[in-house]
């Protein structure tokens, strides 16, 4: 069986994207990991926000996070 050349994918760095590698980074994962990282979380929520209906295939649904606060230590 022969092995696979992995492909190389290249995006220019403008400054959302280094802002975004550096919030990542604080992780400890490297810029390769962290973008493989965000591009897998993203794709997760196209597919359950079209798959779940909040919105049609093929448009970006606005999002809102919340986060609950934690408990005083």
């Not at 994207?17 to 962290?34: C, E, F, K, W, Y």
């Not at 049609?56 to 609950?68: L, Q």
């Amino acid at each position: 069986m022969s092995q696979k050349t992995p492909k190389v994918l290249s995006v220019r760095r403008d400054d959302r994207l280094r802002r975004a590698l550096s919030v990542i980074g604080q992780t400890g994962m490297s810029d390769s990991d962290a973008t493989k990282w965000a591009l897998t979380i993203a794709a997760n929520i196209l597919e359950l926000a079209w798959k779940n209906g909040h919105e049609a295939p093929g448009v970006i649904p606005d999002m809102r996070v919340s986060y609950r606060a934690k408990d005083p230590v």
